[in-house]
């Protein structure tokens, strides 16, 4: 979600009449998976990255490893195994209902991000990322 449009929604319900009572769900305009995400990524920046899925034991198992706090562990396990596991994965109209413009796609923002520089760093390692999740 492009944060432009997360405030473009903001700012028209708080400062705009006939928003009263209204609730705009917002949302990307099209479902990505991680892996798709990342391929978009390593298209717009010339560079490979890949995803590697794990289960969620092999996660929390990383996370007690560096010693994080029990309270986020059981977090992380309840987003992944009940919020994100894609019963709640949809597209929605709420940029377009407040705002009357489609909200930015991913492809998009990940080329205006590439654009800036911020991904164009060396990795440590080598010239492939890896992402877990």
Not at 82 to 88: E, I, Q
């Amino acid at each position: 979600m492009d944060i432009n449009d997360i405030e473009d929604v903001v700012v028209a319900a708080l400062t705009q009449e006939g928003h009263e009572g209204r609730l705009y769900e917002v949302t990307d305009p099209i479902l990505l998976s991680v892996r798709e995400a990342m391929e978009e990524i390593s298209k717009v920046t010339g560079r490979e990255s890949r995803f590697e899925q794990v289960s969620i034991e092999q996660y929390e198992e990383m996370l007690v490893e560096h010693q994080i706090l029990d309270d986020f562990t059981w977090l992380i396990n309840y987003l992944f195994t009940n919020v994100l596991d894609g019963r709640n994965a949809s597209v929605t109209e709420g940029v377009h209902q407040a705002q009357r413009h489609d909200p930015k796609d991913f492809e998009n923002r990940a080329r205006e991000t590439a654009e800036t520089g911020i991904w164009s760093s060396e990795p440590v390692s080598a010239q492939t990322r890896t992402c877990r999740g």
